[in-house]
């Protein structure tokens, strides 16, 4: 279990460490998006990122797996919007 949350702790690590814009973009539009999203509906979206994994009641695999649920709700929604 313990090997399974590192790999997913390096994973989000080098995910929010990208070079360039890219980078920049990818770290940036998901925590306004999260912020945005979980002040609107705090009991569906989590906080950002950086936020889960200071929690010590989850483990990595679980932000990472939250995260990727928030993430496909929030296109839903902007997908519905447009």
């Known amino acids: 279990r313990r090997a399974e ?3 997913r702790l390096v ?16 770290f940036i539009i998901p925590i306004i998006l999260d ?3 979980s002040k609107m509906a705090p009991k569906i ?7 889960m ?3 010590d009641d989850m483990t990595f695999v ?4 939250r ?4 993430r496909v709700l929030q296109l839903s929604v ?4 447009l």
């Open 5 to 7: 949350d590192s790999m």
């Open 11 to 26: 994973k989000i690590s080098r995910d929010l460490d990208r070079p360039g814009k890219l980078g920049t973009i990818t």
């Open 35 to 37: 912020a945005i999203f």
């Open 45 to 51: 979206f989590a906080p950002n990122i950086i936020t």
């Open 53 to 55: 994994l200071q929690k």
């Open 62 to 65: 679980q932000v990472a797996r």
């Open 67 to 70: 995260k990727r649920i928030d």
């Open 78 to 81: 902007i997908a519905g919007g």
